[in-house]
T-cell receptor
């Protein structure tokens, strides 16, 4: 089955710096790669996603890149702010016929942005 | 639109009991999935329902089961509770066409 590895497990940056979180997956059939942000005591929130027919996607300060050949994808956050502090999870799944499939999550990265 | 709603928010049960958790998806979403979140294991997939049919199942024992109703609402049941079942149980719903799973607030289950 699918396995998703996520690095680093913790990341500390200064406000205004960039943060990069990397994930690798094992199943070449995976075609959907979302990223979630989870603040303490709250639900995971979808912040950006990418499908296997796209190499990069941006949304304001957040971008995700996908390398299908190497089976890895990354989250890039620019101009970090204290409110970006949270645990970030990557995930992979195989979408088909309207089904989201089963999301396989990485172990998470705790991002701390120091003011 | 209202978000994904899970009830109850908190539960305390004793070992050996059973529990039923409920999830109401976002209106129009037909895919509902359940996940278990623990500090040690992270987020683990339990099962997915789509149009009242179980489409996928994670690697959990048969004590964990679920179902989906015709209005897309879903329930999951855990029988013969064990201490290790203490976790946050999250439900997520997904629209048919655009993907993306949207999570509810979760049910915090404590088994004592």
């Amino acid at each position: 089955g699918e396995n998703v590895e996520q690095h680093p497990s913790t990341l500390s940056v200064q406000e205004g710096d960039s943060a990069v979180i990397k994930c690798t997956y094992s199943d070449s059939a995976s075609n959907y790669f979302p990223w979630y942000k989870q603040e303490l005591g709250k639900r995971p929130q979808l912040i950006i996603d990418i499908r296997s027919n796209v190499g990069e996607k941006k949304d304001q300060r957040i971008a995700v890149t996908l390398n299908k050949t190497a089976k890895h994808f990354s989250l890039h956050i620019t101009e970090t702010q204290p409110e970006d502090s949270a645990v970030y999870f990557c995930a992979a799944s195989t979408e088909s016929g309207g089904s989201q499939g089963n999301l396989i999550f990485g172990k998470g990265t705790k991002l701390s942005v120091k003011p | 639109k209202a978000g994904v709603t899970q009830t109850p928010r908190y539960l305390i049960k004793t070992r050996g009991q059973q529990v039923t958790l409920s999830c109401s998806p976002i209106s129009g979403h037909r895919s509902v999935s359940w996940y278990q979140q623990t500090p040690g294991q992270g987020l683990q997939f339990l099962f997915e329902y789509f149009s009242e049919t179980q489409r996928n199942k994670g690697n959990f024992p048969g004590r964990f089961s679920g179902r989906q109703f015709s209005n897309s609402r879903s329930e999951m049941n855990v029988s013969t509770l064990e201490l290790g079942d203490s976790a946050l149980y999250l439900c997520a719903s997904s629209p048919r066409t655009s993907g993306g799973a949207f999570f509810g607030q979760g049910t915090r289950l404590t088994v004592v």
